[in-house]
């Protein structure tokens, strides 16, 4: 019985993501919000993750000037794209690179954590490069999913985010608190799902991994 056990559970973890990204969310198109297309945005994927890229334009500086106050180098002339994910706190504060995997951390981003926001500056990204979608954005559309990638950071009573002070993987990123649970199923490509979808573009109905996250963009939307 046990057997029967495992093996269905494998088949559910093995289907659910397949069957999540070929249901397209929301299910029928919607009416687009311009046709001028005129803001580029990057999805960074790895085997596990995914970020945005925003262009370093001067009303991203402007909404995102926080980050300057951090001693972020968001000004740089050099500084093309900045970089911004949701994710779970623990795993992302212990996890600069795979040889500091923990079983803590994965532990707890298997069932539950709270999360943070990761914002790190970038100079030129080559957009042919495997791991990088283009993604092509009208005004109004860009501007939606801007203001729904800063509702994932918690505010302070101010209403300034709330930087995690000291922890960084180097001098050109840092840590802020971030809104929401994490866990499993909400994870952060199901994060970034949301935030693109708040753009105007379709998703698979459940992205849990970056591969499915990305197929689903592609099929379901008209990419560069």
């Avoid at 040889?99 to 500056?121: E, I, Q, Y």
């Avoid at 922890?167 to 649970?181: H, K, L, Q, T």
Wanted: negative net charge; hydrophobic residues 50%.
């Amino acid at each position: 019985m046990w057997r029967r056990v495992f093996v269905a559970l494998l088949v559910v973890l093995i289907v659910a993501p397949l069957a999540g990204a070929m249901v397209p969310r929301p299910l029928l198109p919607q009416a687009s919000a311009g046709s001028d297309n005129s803001r580029r945005i990057l999805v960074l994927s790895n085997p596990i993750h995914t970020d945005i890229a925003l262009p370093t334009h001067p009303d991203v500086l402007e909404r995102l000037g926080f980050l300057g106050s951090s001693g972020l180098p968001i000004y740089d002339p050099a500084a093309e794209w900045l970089v911004v994910g949701w994710g779970g706190r623990s795993f992302y504060l212990e996890t600069p690179t795979w040889s500091d995997l923990k079983p803590l951390p994965v532990l707890r981003a298997l069932t539950a954590d709270s999360s943070a926001m990761h914002v790190a500056v970038a100079g030129a990204i080559n957009q042919t490069a495997d791991g990088v979608l283009a993604i092509d954005l009208s005004e109004a559309e860009f501007a939606a999913m801007l203001s729904a990638m800063l509702e994932g950071f918690a505010k302070d009573a101010s209403g300034e985010p709330i930087l995690i002070a000291g922890r960084s993987y180097g001098p050109f990123d840092r840590f802020y608190e971030g809104v929401g649970a994490f866990n499993a199923v909400v994870g952060c490509n199901t994060w970034t799902s949301a935030v693109l979808r708040r753009a105007g573009l379709r998703t698979g109905f459940w992205n849990p991994l970056p591969q499915s996250l990305v197929w689903s963009l592609r099929a379901f939307n008209e990419l560069p």
